[in-house]
C-alpha cells in the first residue's frame, strides 16, 4: 500500500476512545509502545507511535514495532467493526505477511484498511451465519516521503461468544 496517512481525517469520537483505551489497558506492549489511535474512517484506522520507545541499536524503528502496530491496527479495524454492530468477538490474527522495506527514523503510523477485494457485509453474515468470519486485511507505515517502510497482509478471525 502507498497511499499517504494523510489521506485520512482526524475522528474524535467515543468508539476511537474506547479502542485506544482498550489497546492500552489489555495489552501491556501497547502501553509499553506509546501507541495512540490517530485517526479513522468506517474502512480504515491509522494508530501512531513515537520512535523514542520503539528504537532499535541503530536509531531507527524496530522492526517488531512495525510489526506489532500493524497488526494492533489490523485487529482493532475489526475490533471496532464488531463493536459497532454490538456483536461479542474474540479476535485473534490467523497469519500474516510482513516485509519491511525501508528504515523509519521518526515518530511513525500503521494504516489498516480491509484488503480490496474484502467487504465488512460478507464478513458480518458469516459472523451472523456460522459464528466465525474471517476478513484479510492490508496495512502500512507510510514513509514522509510517499512509499511504505514496512507492508502486513493479514487474514483475522472473529469468534462470536455465544
Not at 65 to 81: D, E, F, N, V, Y
Not at 135 to 152: I, K, N, Q, Y
Amino acid at each position: 500500500m502507498t497511499a499517504s496517512a494523510d489521506a485520512i481525517p482526524n475522528t474524535a469520537s467515543a468508539a476511537t476512545d474506547a479502542l485506544e483505551h482498550e489497546l492500552l489497558a489489555g495489552i501491556p506492549l501497547a502501553r509499553a509502545m506509546a501507541l495512540s489511535v490517530d485517526s479513522s474512517t468506517g474502512d480504515s484506522l491509522c494508530l501512531a507511535a513515537p520512535l523514542a520507545p520503539n528504537i532499535n541499536d541503530k536509531g531507527c524503528a524496530f522492526g517488531g514495532s512495525l510489526a506489532s502496530l500493524m497488526t494492533l491496527a489490523g485487529w482493532g479495524l475489526l475490533k471496532r467493526a464488531v463493536d459497532g454492530h454490538g456483536i461479542d468477538c474474540e479476535i485473534y490474527v490467523q497469519d500474516s505477511t510482513i516485509r519491511y522495506l525501508a528504515p523509519v527514523w521518526q515518530d511513525f503510523r500503521a494504516i489498516a484498511r480491509l484488503a480490496a477485494d474484502e467487504r465488512f457485509e460478507d464478513f458480518f453474515a458469516a459472523l451472523d451465519s456460522r459464528g466465525k468470519g474471517r476478513l484479510r486485511v492490508d496495512c502500512s507505515v507510510p514513509l514522509p516521503e510517499g512509499g511504505a517502510a514496512a507492508t502486513l497482509h493479514a487474514r483475522f478471525v472473529a469468534l462470536a461468544k455465544r
